[in-house]
C-alpha cells in the first residue's frame, strides 16, 4: 500500500510530493470516453462495475498515488428528491429549481446507504483492487445550492443570492437540509472504506468574504466538526477561487487546504500554518511544453517546501482537451523532482 497521500495530508515527511488530478477520471481519456460510449454519465455514476474501472483507469495508466472516486457532487441531489437531468455540452439540469419554501419543503434527508447504496458499493469494491488511498468527496453547501436555486451552472448566480439577501429564511433552511444529507453521505462513505474525504466548494470565490462567512461557511464547518466525532480519516477542503478566502477558510477545521492557481503557494504557505495543502498547478499549465511545464512544477513543489504537507494538484479540475501524454509527463515531473 502506497501511503504517500496519506502521510503528506498528516503532515509527515515523505519520500517524494505525492499527486492526484481532479477530475483524473474523465473525457480526456480514451479509455474512459470508451466506457462512457455503452452508459449516460449518470448510468455510469450507478454502476459500481463501471465506476470502479474508470475510477482505477487514471492510476494505472499513470500512477497517481490516490484514487477519487468517480461519482458526481450532485448525486445526493437526486436522493433528496429532485429530478437531475445531464444535457450533451450544457452539465447539469434540475428542471425544477428550488426557489421557495414549498421547494425546500419538498427535499428530504436520504439515508444515504438505502438511497445510494451503488457509491458504497463502488467504495467496497474499489479497496479491494487499490493500492493507493481512496478519496471520496461531497459537494459543500453553498456550491450544491448553486444548482438547485439556478437549476443548473450559472455565470453570476442571481438566483442565489437573491434568495440568500431577499428571503434568508428559505436560504437558510435549504442550506440546514443540504447540509445534513452531506454530512450523513460523507460519515457513510468512511464506514465504507473511504481513506480520505474532499469538499468541493467550485463556487465559493463568487462570495463577498462576509457573505461567504454568513452564508457559506457555518454549513461547512458543522459536516467538519460532525466527522471529526466519527471518524479521523485526513479532511480535504476545496475552495475554488478562494485565495482571498483563505483567512475565513483555514478556520474551517480542515486537515488539508485546496488552493486553486491564483495565489503562490509560497503565500498560502506563509498564511495557512497549521496546514497541509493541495495544489496548484493552472489546470491549462498541462499545455505547456515540457521543459516549461517542468519547470512550473518544480517551484511549486519548492514553494511549498514549508508547508506542513504538500499534496501536488491542479488549481481545478482537468479539462477534457488535455493530450494524455502531457499528464503523464507532469506525474513524472513531480515524482522525480520531488524526490528526496
Ligand atoms: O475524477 C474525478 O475527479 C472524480 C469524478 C468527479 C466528477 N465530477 C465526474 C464528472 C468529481 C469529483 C466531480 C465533482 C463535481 N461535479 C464538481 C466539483 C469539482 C469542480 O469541477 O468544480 C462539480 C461542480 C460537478 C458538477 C458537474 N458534473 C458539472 C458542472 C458537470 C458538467 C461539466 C463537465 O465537465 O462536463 C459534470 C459532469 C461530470 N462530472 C463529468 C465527469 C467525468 C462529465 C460527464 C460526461 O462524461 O459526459
Redesign the pocket.
Same mark, same amino acid.
Given at each position: 500500500m502506497n501511503d504517500t497521500f496519506l502521510k503528506a495530508c498528516r503532515g509527515e515527511k515523505t519520500d517524494y510530493t505525492p499527486v492526484w488530478f481532479?477530475?483524473?477520471?474523465?473525457?480526456y481519456l480514451p479509455e474512459y470516453q470508451k466506457v462512457?460510449g455503452t452508459v449516460t454519465?449518470l448510468e455510469l455514476c450507478k454502476r459500481p462495475d463501471l465506476a470502479v474501472e474508470v475510477t482505477l483507469q487514471p492510476i494505472d495508466i499513470f500512477g497517481m498515488d490516490a484514487a477519487?472516486?468517480?461519482?458526481?457532487?450532485?448525486i445526493p441531489m437526486e436522493a433528496m428528491n429532485l429530478k437531475l437531468e445531464?444535457h450533451e455540452g450544457r452539465?447539469?439540469v434540475f428542471p425544477n429549481p428550488v426557489r421557495d419554501q414549498k421547494g425546500v419543503d419538498n427535499l428530504i434527508v436520504p439515508d444515504p446507504d438505502a438511497t445510494m447504496d451503488f457509491v458504497m458499493e463502488t467504495i467496497r469494491l474499489l479497496r479491494k483492487e487499490l493500492k493507493v488511498p481512496l478519496i471520496g *468527496?461531497s459537494?459543500a453547501p453553498f456550491?450544491l445550492a448553486t444548482y438547485l436555486i439556478e437549476g443548473g451552472?450559472s455565470k453570476v448566480f442571481l438566483e442565489t443570492k437573491k434568495m440568500m439577501y431577499q428571503q434568508p429564511e428559505v436560504y437558510h433552511g435549504l442550506m440546514r437540509k443540504i447540509t445534513e444529507c452531506t454530512s450523513l453521505y460523507l460519515q457513510a462513505q468512511a464506514r465504507a472504506g473511504a481513506q480520505a474525504l474532499q469538499i *468541493?466548494d467550485?463556487w465559493a470565490g463568487v462570495l463577498a468574504p462576509c457573505d461567504y462567512e454568513e452564508f457559506a461557511m457555518p454549513y461547512v464547518s458543522s459536516i467538519i466538526s460532525d466527522l471529526r466525532k466519527v471518524t479521523d480519516v485526513p479532511l480535504i477542503y476545496f475552495a475554488?477561487n478562494g485565495s482571498t478566502l483563505i483567512e475565513h477558510t483555514v478556520t474551517v477545521g480542515a486537515d488539508v487546504l485546496g488552493l486553486d492557481w491564483r495565489i503562490k503557494i509560497q503565500d498560502a504557505v506563509a498564511k495557512v500554518g497549521n496546514h497541509a495543502l493541495q495544489g496548484n498547478l493552472d489546470p491549462i499549465a498541462l499545455f505547456l511544453p515540457k521543459d516549461k511545464m517542468r519547470k512550473r512544477i518544480g517551484a511549486i513543489v519548492e514553494g511549498a517546501k514549508d508547508a506542513k504537507g504538500h499534496i501536488f494538484n491542479l488549481g481545478?479540475?482537468i479539462v477534457p482537451q488535455v493530450p494524455p501524454e502531457q499528464v503523464r509527463i507532469a506525474v513524472d515531473a513531480i515524482h522525480e523532482l520531488s524526490a528526496r
Open positions: 481532479m477530475r483524473q477520471a474523465g473525457r462512457r454519465f477519487i472516486l468517480f461519482s458526481d457532487i450532485l445531464f452539465g447539469p *468527496f459537494g456550491t451552472s *468541493f467550485s475554488n481545478h479540475g
